[in-house]
């Protein structure tokens, strides 16, 4: 299985461009989320999702939205990209509640 | 803010157990406690959970203690490839969205010595 696949793994963007991550799972996991990682931090949640066309906030929403139009897909969106916005994102998928939650590689973005 | 407390970091010699410590006094008693490590440049990585007896599988084993205030993570026989960043987190495991969420504090730098 090839679990948790997250495109693409570096992308550079000028401030004010707007691209999408992409996220995908085959494991027909319920649940997924998106995090990102500041250097020396942990994860913070973005958005999740608990199932196809249901999305919801996480710690630090403002400035990415998702959107979850099939159960294996989960893109997150920047529409306007910000040099804040400079991180590290993984993608994260469980089955239900209360499973186990995996992850993804990481998408390296810097926004010049 | 995290609900647990980890040592910055820690050093472990090549082939011996690599003992992690959390606090995570105000457990409550549906949180579980879950263990990921996260080496440099990828994903986190789960390792083990539980919620209040002792449990092991083929990665590592885990220890909590009788009130579940605090627990220990143990890697049997640490190799090179265990140095990473662990995080110990506290979860609530149920049917409320919630659930889905962990919260990462800073975690421990572990760094096996050869």
């Known amino acids: 299985n090839a679990g948790v696949t997250q495109t693409p793994k570096f992308q550079v963007l000028k401030t004010g461009q707007s691209m999408t991550l992409q996220c995908a799972q085959d494991m027909n996991h319920e649940y997924m989320s998106w995090y990102r990682q500041d250097p020396g931090m942990g994860l913070r949640l973005i958005h999740y999702s608990v199932g196809a066309g249901i999305t919801d906030q996480g710690e630090v929403p403002n400035g990415y939205n998702v959107s979850r139009s ?17 991180s590290v994102y993984f993608c994260a998928s469980s089955r239900t509640s209360g499973n186990t939650i995996y992850f993804g590689e990481g998408s390296w973005l810097t926004v010049v | 803010d995290a609900k647990t407390t980890q040592p910055p970091s820690m050093d472990c010699a090549e082939g011996r157990a690599a003992n992690l410590p959390c606090n995570h006094s105000t457990i409550s008693g549906n949180e579980y406690v879950y263990w990921y490590r996260q080496i440099h440049s990828q994903g986190p990585q789960y390792i083990i959970h539980g919620l209040k007896n002792n449990e092991t599988n083929e990665m590592a084993s885990l220890i909590i203690t009788e009130d579940r205030k605090s627990s220990t993570l143990i890697l049997p026989h ?19 969205a919630g659930s889905y969420q962990l919260t990462f504090g800073k975690g421990t730098k572990l760094s096996v010595i050869p």
């Open chain 2, 78 to 96: 640490a190799t090179l490839r265990d140095t990473a960043v662990y995080y110990c987190i506290v979860r609530v495991v149920n049917s409320g």
């Open chain 1, 70 to 86: 099939t159960t294996e897909d989960f893109p997150l969106r920047l529409l306007s990209a910000a040099p804040s916005q400079t």
